[in-house]
């Protein structure tokens, strides 16, 4: 099993661009998530899923979109990029919301 | 709200013990705890339920007071490899600022 991974490891991003992060997993989880931390700081849930076609905004989605078309997949969008969204992006998976979170290695973000 | 988290570092030698504290302004169900080493994700440690036992990871072991809406996490005779961030989550899914744990030899 991969676990929970995520493409792009690294991404510099010009202000205004847009571009899409990729988390999959394989263990079949119901739900995933996304959260942000900003260096030196705790996790920040951006969105998350209890399952496909099921999301869900958590404390910060200003800025951010998401789509859960499969059990396996759940892409974070950003539209227009902005400094402020300069963090490293977590996606994480579980079988319940009470049980373990399964996170990927994290996507470096940094937007000039 | 999230969480709060006390305190916010400490710093230890080798084979001291250490609490970390969270505690909820919230009725809590659960209280999940992990640990974050430098540049890594974090991972998990273990999960306190409402009316459940308390928990332990080797020598890492956590209560779950849910009437004050706490929870601690005790590290006994810390290890090198005890160094990281600790964070804990409440159950919905929000966690603490984290508290960073620095094991000196």
């Known amino acids: 099993n991969a676990g929970v991974t995520q493409t792009p490891k690294f991404r510099i991003l010009k202000i205004g661009q847009s571009m899409t992060l990729q988390c999959t997993q394989d263990m079949n989880h119901n739900y995933m998530y996304w959260y942000r931390q900003d260096p030196g700081m705790g996790l920040k849930l951006i969105y998350y899923s209890v399952g496909a076609g099921i999301t869900d905004k958590g404390e910060v989605p200003n800025g951010y979109n998401v789509s859960r078309s499969t059990t396996e997949d759940f892409p974070l969008r950003l539209e227009l990029a902005a400094p402020s969204q300069t963090s490293v992006y977590f996606c994480?998976?579980?079988?319940?919301?009470?049980?373990?979170?399964?996170f990927g290695p994290g996507t470096r973000l940094l937007v000039l | 709200q999230q969480p709060v988290q006390s305190p916010q570092a400490v710093i230890l030698r080798e084979g001291e013990d250490a609490v970390i504290n969270c505690s909820s302004s919230k009725a809590l169900y659960s209280v999940h705890w992990y640990r974050q080493k430098h540049g890594e994700a974090p991972v998990f440690l273990m999960i306190l339920l409402k009316g459940g036992e308390q928990k332990g990871h080797d020598k890492i072991s956590a209560s779950f007071n849910e009437k004050k809406q706490q929870s601690s996490l005790y590290l006994t005779a810390s290890q090198l490899s005890y160094s990281g961030t600790y964070f804990c989550?409440?159950?919905?899914?929000?966690f603490g600022k984290g508290t960073r744990l620095h094991i000196l030899p």
């Open positions: 994480a998976s579980s079988p319940g919301i009470q049980e373990t979170q399964y």
């Open positions: 989550r409440d159950d919905k899914i929000i």
